[in-house]
């Protein structure tokens, strides 16, 4: 696993939401730390691809149950900065 930081998390899920944003989704939505994937139309199957995507460029495991947008005890989508916190939690700690 990499050495990873909220800022280095941030930055990928960043980078990869706004690619798919603008090339896949032709969006012209402003992608940033406050950004919500799952409340701006992006489907479900684009987030787990980016999900895995950010598992290989970071090098981290996330454990396959991990949905890092969902808060499942608020049920509230999340934003990338609390969604990028959720993925250093679990690929530190797996499922705990």
């Not at 998390?9 to 603008?22: F, G, P, Q, T, W």
């Not at 994937?37 to 996330?62: A, H």
Request: glycine content about 4%; overall charge negative.
């Amino acid at each position: 696993m990499k050495d990873v930081n909220l800022d280095i998390v941030e930055l990928e899920l960043i980078k990869l939401i706004d690619e798919i944003n603008k090339n896949v989704l032709q969006s012209e939505i402003e992608v940033d730390a406050t950004f919500c994937p799952g409340d701006t139309g992006i489907s479900s199957q684009i987030i787990l691809t980016i999900i895995s995507r950010v598992s290989s460029i970071l090098e981290i495991t996330i454990p396959d149950d991990c949905y890092i947008f969902y808060d499942k005890k608020e049920h509230r989508q999340l934003t990338i900065k609390e969604a990028a916190q959720k993925l250093i939690e679990k690929a530190k700690n797996g499922n705990k």
